[in-house]
């Protein structure tokens, strides 16, 4: 009984002086791992196209149907090219076939995690929000 005491005590202790493991989130942010899936990012390619050629795989793969591709001929060869691209945030569960099924490598999952709205239309995103936005910036 008194060792039991003790123990929990020293435990206590321990923890009580040692480094917290929790953040005063939203003041402090979390910096999620490399491998973290958040929201996808679209390539794009030097002339700031998207590197997606339209050819509806992760639509297919997608468990949550949640993937919506909008495409027309391509005017300057063959195959077609995106005009929209919507994913739907209020059912993707963040699995990453999407990406892993790509065969262009066209997307990627994002590490951003601050999805959270008190509208939901804004959480079905379109291919402009969906775009690589760094290197939009960057070529701009
Ligand atoms: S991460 Fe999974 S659920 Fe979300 S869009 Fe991709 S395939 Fe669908
Ligand atoms: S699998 Fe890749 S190239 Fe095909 S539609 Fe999806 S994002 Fe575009």
Redo the contacts with the bound molecule.
């Keep these: 009984m008194i060792k039991a005491l003790i123990v929990g005590l020293w435990t206590t202790l321990r923890h009580f002086f040692s480094r917290s493991v929790t953040l005063e989130y939203p003041e402090q942010k979390w910096t999620p791992p490399d491998r973290f899936r958040g929201r996808h990012i679209h390539l794009t390619n030097e002339e700031r196209k998207p590197l ?8 297919k793969v997608c468990p949550s149907g949640c993937i919506t ?1 909008e495409s027309e001929k391509n005017p300057d060869g063959p195959g077609k090219v ?1 005009t929209d691209y919507r994913i739907n945030y209020l059912r993707c569960c963040f699995c990453g076939l ?1 990406v892993e ?4 490598n ?2 990627v999952m994002g590490h951003e995690y601050e999805l959270a709205s008190e509208d939901k239309e804004s959480l079905i995103m379109n291919l402009d929000q969906l775009l690589d936005k760094r290197m939009k910036s960057e070529n701009q």
């Design positions: 997606c050629v339209a050819c509806g795989l992760c639509e591709i995106v999407c099924v790509c065969p262009k066209a997307i």
